[in-house]
Each structure stands twice: as C-alpha cells, then as structure tokens.
C-alpha cells in the first residue's frame, strides 16, 4: 500500500511540474510572438517554439498559445516585470516573471521572500549587477546524411577539447564543459551570426536563452547557500515567474 501512494504521489508531482511547464512555454510563446510574429525575425519565438517542441508541448497548447497572440483567442494581456532583492547571504537576486496580474506575482513573491525575512530593494541596485547574455548548451554533432536514399540524422560525441578551442574563435565570451554538454555564452548583439555559425558547424544546440548572468560572484555557505536553493526552488514554482538569476558563485 505504501509503494502504491508512494508512484501515486510521484506521479501526481509530475504531471504537476508538467502542467507547469506547459503554461510556463506557452507564456513565454505568447508574449515573445506579441512583438513580432516571423520566427525567422523574432529569435526568442524561434526559442519559445523550440522548447516547446523539446518538451513534447501537445499541438493544443502551441495552437491555443498562437490564437491568442494572433487575436483568434480572447487572451489576457502578458506582463514582463522583474524584481530586485538581495537574499540569504547577501546574494543579489533578480526574478522575471510573465503575468497576466502584477498584482498577484508581487504580492506572491512577496511572500516566498517574506519567509527568509528579505525585502525588495531600489530598481537598479540589484540588476546593474547582471549583465544580460545569450547562452547556449550544445550536447554534440548533428548532420543529416544521405543513408539508401533518405536523408536521415547522424549524431556524433563531442571531443570537448577541440570544439572548445573551435567555439572560442567564434568570438564567444565563455566556453564552460558542464559534465555532457557545453555551456556557450556570447554577447547580446552576436545572437544571429553565432547561431548561423554552430548551424553552419553542425553543433547540436538543445537549448539557447537570453539570460542575466552576474558580473562577479559572492561565496555563500552553510545555512545561508541552503536558504538560498530553497528560496530558488520556491520561486521556480510559482507559475507567474519564468526565472531566477542570483550571483552565488
């Protein structure tokens, strides 16, 4: 009986986490096609199309999330609004969220802040500490060849070394080895030539975002790097935020 509550628990967790993600992407669909509806133009729908498909989002919910910005479907007016505060050991936090209610995100964020005794902080202090980046993660080679007549997708390992060295003449800012995958960050206004040359290279790019990274970094330990993940986990979860960036190293 135990064992049954305990999958029974663990999958109701899941299909929660997912529904989650689902509305999160389609948010994020959403509002980035708001500014302009050619993929081809607007890398962060090519992005939010992207995840969409990585996740296994069903057609329903891209489609239900395209009506709406193509005014098919009566839809709320999605808000972009960032928050500034310093959490547990000082650690400079900013969180983003995607809301149809500002009122509602703030005071819910409020709240989670609330429990770790943090207030919200001047607009500025906090995010001149962040400069915002794309990154990308790259988890091997792709190319499609020809196999009996169909084309089909051939996937390599990465030697790690050398696509080090071969990214880093691409003019990007930093390459990091995160154990299976290669974290690439690149400067706000190299997006499109960076993409086209990882294409062009036959990276396989799994994810890329534009994301706040920190200028320096502080060393948080003990009860306050553990408030600190339990704060970051609390945030996450909320549906209202997309996500979270603090300057912890």
Do not use: C
């Not at 005014?71 to 400079?92: F, M, N, R, S």
């Not at 080679?141 to 050398?162: A, C, F, G, I």
């Not at 390459?175 to 040359?197: A, G, Y």
Request: glycine share 4%; proline share 2%; no cysteine.
């Amino acid at each position: 009986m135990w064992r049954w509550h305990s999958i029974a628990a663990k999958k109701a967790a899941w299909d929660q986490a997912k529904a989650a993600n689902y509305s999160k992407i389609g948010k994020i669909i959403q509002i980035a096609a708001k500014w302009w509806a050619d993929v081809s133009m607007n890398p962060a729908l090519e992005l939010a199309l992207q995840k969409a498909k990585y996740y296994n989002l069903p057609r329903d919910v891209i489609d239900k999330a395209i009506k709406k910005w193509s005014g098919q479907l009566k839809a709320d007016d999605l808000h972009e609004v960032i928050y500034e505060w310093y959490g547990p050991g000082w650690a400079a936090v900013l969180v983003k969220t995607l809301t149809d209610n500002t009122n509602r995100s703030s005071s819910n964020i409020r709240i989670i802040f609330g429990k770790y005794g943090w207030n919200m902080w001047e607009p500025g202090s906090v995010s001149r500490q962040f400069k915002e980046k794309w990154v990308f993660e790259i988890d091997w080679m792709s190319e499609m060849v020809n196999d009996k007549w169909n084309m089909v997708e051939k996937v390599n390992p990465l030697n790690y070394d050398e696509a080090e060295l071969e990214l880093l003449d691409m003019d990007v800012e930093d390459v990091e080895n995160e154990w299976w995958h290669l974290i690439v960050t690149v400067d706000k206004n190299n997006f499109t030539s960076i993409r086209d040359l990882l294409k062009e290279k036959h990276y396989h790019v799994i994810d890329w975002a534009l994301r706040f990274l920190p200028e320096n970094t502080i060393s948080i330990t003990g009860e306050d790097e553990k408030a600190l993940e339990s704060l970051m986990e609390a945030l996450d979860e909320d549906d209202d935020v997309d996500s979270v960036y603090a300057n912890n190293a």
